[in-house]
Each structure stands twice: as C-alpha cells, then as structure tokens.
C-alpha cells in the first residue's frame, strides 16, 4: 500500500528553524515527483516547493523563496523540506504529494503536519 508520512512539523517562534520530512513507501511506480503543499485555516490549499524530474531546478512559492528548500534522497524514499527565518504567515498544515509520471495532478497525499509560527 502506497504511503506518505510527514513528520517534522511543530510551534516555532518567528525567525526560528524546522525540517519536514515526508516517508514514501509502496510506490511502484517507476516515475514520479513529490512535492510539498500547505493549507492555512480560510485559504486556499498552495504549492510551497516542487520536485521535478532529471535536473530541472525545483519550483517554490514567491512567498518562501530563499527561506525554504526541498530535496529528497537518491532513492526518493524520502523528501525533505528545510524551513528557515520562518514567519507567521507560515502557519498552516503542510502536506507532501506524489504526481504520478511528474505530470498532471498530484496522485497521491499525506495526512499533513501542523507547522505553527508565532510572532
């Protein structure tokens, strides 16, 4: 059974640091790409930072430029997402996902992981 867990996520003072991690296990297929997403209370769910395949430099938020950055390990069994100078706005449930052949919609989700910024 194909399964993403997220982890990592906790309640951070503004400036402060955390590390996502996301664990894909039963993932047959031979191609795909995992992305990170989040979803505050009243708005709209957006992408923070995308995988794409081969060596195509990864996609992020204007909002989390510079702040975040996504990597996985070399067998894609696990992505990550570092988060520094973290801010308020920060504050929302963060869940990875996995797009079957890095085309189209994202397939598969994670259950998410509350990440909490206070000022």
């Known amino acids: 059974q194909v399964q993403l867990v997220e982890s990592g996520g906790g309640s951070v003072q503004a400036g402060g640091s955390l590390r996502l991690s996301c664990a894909v296990s039963g993932y047959t297929y031979s191609t795909y790409c995992l992305g990170w997403f989040r979803q505050a209370p009243g708005r709209e769910r957006e992408g923070v930072a995308l995988?794409?395949?081969?060596?195509?430099?990864?996609d992020y938020a204007d909002s989390v430029k510079d702040r975040f950055t996504i990597s996985q390990d070399s067998a894609k069994s696990t992505l990550y997402l570092q988060m520094t100078t973290l801010k308020p706005e920060d504050t929302a449930m963060y869940y990875c996902a996995a797009q079957l052949g890095c085309v189209g919609q994202y397939d598969l989700w994670g259950q998410g992981t509350q990440v909490t910024v206070s000022s």
């Open positions: 995988m794409h395949r081969d060596d195509r430099t990864p």
